[in-house]
């Protein structure tokens, strides 16, 4: 596995099977978009198979603050390290920003806590007419 902190290289054909179980998932196209449009990005490439098959991604003012809105690994290569494998990597990258938040579901709070992070409440608000990320005609 090779972990990279850029996208060089990679191609809308090398995102295939990501956002699992997603009513309305991002296409491969609108998924590149999205990794070279966010501040930070960290992906995990298997060489063998020519694709990606995990990523992290992060937005941030560069000063203070931070956000991670995107771990994903292939549900193939989960419970492999390779999602603690990107998050100590981004964490890493980030390591000069004050505040550095997500957002996840209860069940993964004790993963995270595992890499260091802490619960703290939150707001969302969600348009899931935008879930796929496409443009509304």
Known sequence: ???????????????????????????????????????SVVIAFDEQENKVVGFITAISDGILSAYI????VLPAYQSKGIGNALVKRMLEELKDIYMID????????????????????????????RQSGAVNE
């Open 1 to 39: 596995m090779i972990y990279k902190n850029s996208i060089d290289g990679i191609s809308s054909d090398m995102l295939n099977g990501f956002f699992d179980g997603w009513p309305n998932p991002p296409s491969p196209e609108t998924h590149l978009k999205m990794l070279k449009n966010s501040s």
């Open 69 to 72: 809105p995107f771990l994903e």
């Open 102 to 129: 997500l957002c996840c579901d209860d069940d993964l709070v004790p993963y995270y806590e595992k890499l260091g992070m802490f619960r703290a409440n939150g707001m969302l608000f969600r348009n899931y007419e």
